[in-house]
Nanobody, 123 residues
Framework: QLQASGGGLVQPGGSLRLSCAASGFTLDYYGIGWFRQAPGKEREWVSCISSSDDSTYYADSVKGRFTISRDNAKNTEYLQMNSLKPEDTAVYYC??????????????????WGQGTLVTVSS
């Protein structure tokens, strides 16, 4: 099971850190992806981190602003979001796929999904 949290309302230029906590399995053996879905739009890939080697990848729209990381001791993965823009407003989902090296960018390739956490960027 995956539990996403950390969303909220933030002003443009602000920061948020999303968390994706796993229960029942060890995240280190899984590639983790973050996706987001804005109202009226399709779900899009944001970032991912590969299993074991922790290589990271980012969509061009968030590169340089978002950072994905993993804390194995807490069995939790994070998405640090800085310099947030109104267009980052969406429900953010974390997802997991076992033994993903490299991690995947397509939603159907993930086996487990968190429930989503809403991020609203507005003044």
């Amino acid at each position: 099971q995956l539990q996403a949290s950390g969303g909220g309302l933030v002003q443009p230029g602000g920061s948020l850190r999303l968390s994706c906590a796993a229960s029942g399995f060890t995240l280190d053996y899984y590639g983790i992806g973050w996706f987001r879905q804005a109202p009226g739009k399709e779900r899009e890939w944001v970032s991912c981190i590969s299993s074991s080697d922790d290589s990271t990848y980012y969509a061009d729209s968030v590169k340089g602003r978002f950072t994905i990381s993993r804390d194995n001791a807490k069995n939790t993965e994070y998405l640090q979001m800085n310099s947030l823009k109104p267009e980052d407003t969406a429900v953010y989902y974390c997802a997991a796929r076992p033994w993903a090296i490299p991690c995947r960018t397509l939603a159907p390739e993930y086996d487990y999904w968190g429930q989503g956490t809403l991020v609203t960027v507005s003044s």
